[in-house]
């Protein structure tokens, strides 16, 4: 298994650009999630997923949308990028709601100029 | 409201114990995770408590007091590749779809 795969691994953008972040998982899990990592900073949640079809807000949904039309992708969406989205996002999943033991993708680094 | 405090920065030795705590504060619990994330990779999963007490897994053990809020991740046996950081989480609603994560704690072990 793959587990969770991210793609661009870095990328550089111009203010006002937009671009899609891509996110599959192997695992047949339900549960998938987008986060953001500023240096020094934990994680915040963008957007989840508890399963095909069904995408929620996390704490810093704006300047972003999800979909989700299978259970393995769950690709992220910028649109007119700006200098505050310069961070590193991670897509994680998970199997169940319960003991939620989250496998991380390698992350993209992303920077805005 | 949604808090979860951790230290900044810790130092400890090779083959010495260390004792990182959290506290957290949210509108609902279900469940302190610790994750451990070397830099300039992605966190990974290494330990969940629900109820109190301590969950012990080799060389890392967890404890978990919930009327106080207050968890810590205990490593015993430092070894260099113990040096990353330590994210504390909670799922603060009714189930754990949302985990809260804490900034963090940069633990360096020196020789």
């Known amino acids: 298994n793959a587990g969770v795969t991210q793609t661009p691994k870095f990328r550089i953008l111009k203010i006002g650009q937009s671009m899609t972040l891509q996110c599959t998982q192997d695992?047949?899990?339900?549960?998938m999630y987008w986060y953001r990592q500023d240096p020094g900073m934990g994680l915040k949640l963008i957007y989840y997923s508890v399963g095909a079809g069904i995408t929620d807000k996390g704490e810093v949904p704006n300047g972003y949308n999800v979909s989700r039309s299978t259970t393995e992708d769950f690709p992220l969406r910028l649109e007119l990028a700006a200098p505050s989205q310069t961070s590193v996002y991670f897509c994680a999943s998970s199997l169940d709601r319960v003991t939620n033991e989250q496998f991380f993708g390698p992350g993209t680094r992303l920077t805005v100029l | 409201g949604q808090n979860i405090d951790q230290p900044t920065e810790m130092t400890a030795t090779e083959g010495a114990i260390v004792q990182i705590n959290c506290t957290y504060q949210?509108?609902?619990?279900?469940?302190l995770f610790w994750y451990q994330q070397h830099a300039g990779e992605a966190p990974t999963f290494l330990s969940y408590n629900v109820l109190d007490g301590l969950e012990e897994k080799g060389r890392f053990s967890s404890f978990l007091s919930r009327s106080k809020g207050y968890s810590y991740l205990l490593l015993k046996e430092l070894q260099m590749k113990d040096s990353a950081s330590y994210l504390c989480a909670v799922g603060g609603s009714y189930n754990t779809d949302k985990l809260i994560f804490g900034t963090g704690t940069r633990l360096q072990v020196f020789p």
């Open positions: 949210t509108s609902g619990f279900n469940g």
């Open positions: 695992m047949n899990h339900n549960y």
